[in-house]
């Protein structure tokens, strides 16, 4: 198998690992890092976390040259070539980080940049924050990842060749630069030029006792500033209408919010339901989940309340389509990668 080695990967890793237990940058197995040593592309592969780049391999050997031929050749559905044995896959990014011709790139779902992403005026965000003076900046509107995100992304550097920031609405941000001090320095700024203030949090105990509803039994979310979605009125009441908003939330909490007025309306909703939902939100008690409900869809609930906490009162949202929701639930590459997380 092809080994990475030197400086260039220690800095990566220890990058990594740093920003995978920061929640405002990176959420359970979302992100991606690369970088170019030769003509080899390493890739964070799916499904796994950043955080864990110091303790295992979490990056993959991909042949360079091959897939900035098929890109050049508009071949953008062109599998990315493993080098070497590998169990497993690169990520379902990969060719983004092959049309940046930086020596390392970082994509991130950073909360401070995605809370504004996901707004109707982002366009007007960007020009206030300064950034497009300090940075050549390219912008593309949502697509789905992988290849119509890549095309969408090809078309905008074509604009912009000197672009080393990527916003990509309802979705993150790509940035490349020459190391990962370089990578590092432009995120920060990012970070700090959009910073928002959050909603405060309310004084209301989180709950303790589970909830019993027929045959399904739901837990209390032990993070306790979770349960603001259902006891903060203004976040609760966006939930109906401004629940998927971005790619990872949709593929791992799924198309809707399952919100309820009172427990007996949860008995009764759950009496009708073809299925029983994982998560449940009642409104004014907190938010409840079956025992399945795992660490990586947890750790994307918070980069939900994150997000949402830190829009304005007089904020348009722009949400998925009901379209662009399909496309996201029924792609196997994405059920492979919850498979992989945790």
Same mark, same amino acid.
């Given at each position: 198998?092809?080994?990475?080695?030197?400086?260039?990967?220690?800095?990566?890793?220890?990058?990594?690992?740093?920003? #995978?237990?920061?929640?405002?940058?990176?959420?359970?197995? #979302?992100?991606?890092?690369?970088?170019?040593?030769?003509?080899?592309?390493?890739?964070?592969?799916? #499904?796994?976390?950043?955080?864990?780049?110091?303790?295992?391999?979490?990056?993959?050997?991909?042949?360079?040259?091959?897939?900035?031929?098929?890109?050049?050749?508009?071949?953008?559905?062109?599998?990315?070539?493993?080098?070497?044995?590998?169990?497993?896959?690169?990520?379902?990014?990969?060719?983004?980080?092959?049309?940046?011709?930086?020596?390392?790139?970082?994509? +991130?779902?950073?909360?401070?940049?995605?809370?504004?992403?996901?707004?109707?005026?982002?366009?007007?965000?960007?020009?206030?924050?300064? +950034?497009?003076?300090?940075?050549?900046?390219?912008?593309?509107?949502?697509?789905?990842?992988?290849?119509?995100?890549?095309?969408?992304?090809?078309?905008? +550097?074509?604009?912009?060749?000197?672009?080393?920031?990527?916003?990509?609405?309802?979705?993150?941000?790509?940035?490349?630069?020459?190391?990962?001090?370089?990578?590092?320095?432009?995120?920060?700024?990012?970070?700090?030029?959009?910073?928002?203030?959050?909603?405060?949090?309310? #004084?209301?105990?989180?709950?303790?006792?589970?909830?019993?509803?027929?045959?399904?039994?739901?837990?209390?979310?032990?993070?306790?500033?979770?349960?603001?979605?259902?006891?903060?009125?203004?976040?609760?009441?966006?939930?109906?209408?401004?629940?998927?908003?971005?790619?990872?939330?949709?593929?791992? +909490?799924?198309?809707?919010?399952?919100?309820?007025?009172?427990?007996?309306?949860?008995?009764?909703?759950?009496?009708?339901?073809?299925?029983?939902?994982?998560?449940?939100?009642?409104?004014?008690?907190?938010?409840?989940?079956?025992?399945?409900?795992?660490?990586?869809?947890?750790?994307?609930?918070?980069?939900?309340?994150?997000?949402?906490?830190?829009?304005?009162?007089?904020?348009?949202?722009?949400?998925?389509?009901?379209?662009?929701?399909?496309?996201?639930?029924?792609?196997?590459?994405?059920?492979?990668?919850?498979?992989?997380?945790?």
């Amino acid at each position: 198998m092809t080994q990475a080695s030197g400086h260039l990967r220690d800095a990566v890793v220890a990058y990594c690992t740093r920003a #995978g237990a920061d929640p405002l940058l990176v959420q359970g197995a #979302g992100g991606n890092v690369s970088w170019k040593e030769g003509d080899t592309l390493w890739i964070k592969a799916s #499904g796994t976390w950043l955080a864990d780049a110091s303790q295992r391999d979490i990056f993959v050997p991909v042949n360079l040259p091959h897939l900035q031929q098929e890109l050049a050749a508009g071949r953008h559905e062109s599998k990315p070539q493993v080098k070497g044995e590998h169990a497993l896959r690169p990520s379902i990014e990969t060719v983004l980080h092959a049309l940046m011709p930086h020596k390392v790139v970082v994509h +991130l779902h950073a909360i401070e940049v995605l809370a504004h992403l996901v707004r109707e005026d982002f366009t007007e965000s960007l020009r206030r924050s300064g +950034l497009q003076d300090a940075f050549d900046c390219a912008v593309v509107d949502y697509h789905k990842p992988g290849v119509a995100l890549a095309r969408a992304v090809q078309a905008a +550097l074509a604009q912009t060749p000197s672009a080393r920031v990527v916003f990509m609405r309802n979705h993150g941000v790509v940035v490349g630069g020459d190391d990962v001090d370089d990578v590092e320095r432009v995120i920060q700024e990012l970070s700090e030029r959009f910073k928002t203030v959050p909603l405060a949090r309310a #004084g209301q105990a989180a709950p303790t006792e589970p909830l019993v509803v027929g045959d399904a039994a739901y837990l209390p979310l032990e993070e306790p500033g979770l349960h603001q979605l259902a006891t903060e009125p203004i976040l609760y009441s966006r939930m109906g209408d401004a629940w998927a908003l971005y790619p990872d939330h949709v593929v791992f +909490l799924g198309a809707r919010a399952s919100l309820h007025a009172t427990v007996p309306a949860l008995t009764q909703a759950l009496a009708q339901a073809d299925a029983v939902p994982e998560l449940v939100f009642v409104q004014g008690l907190g938010v409840f989940a079956r025992e399945s409900f795992s660490v990586a869809k947890t750790a994307q609930l918070r980069c939900y309340l994150d997000v949402l906490a830190r829009q304005p009162a007089d904020a348009v949202i722009r949400s998925l389509s009901m379209d662009q929701i399909a496309e996201l639930l029924n792609w196997d590459a994405e059920r492979y990668r919850q498979a992989m997380a945790k």
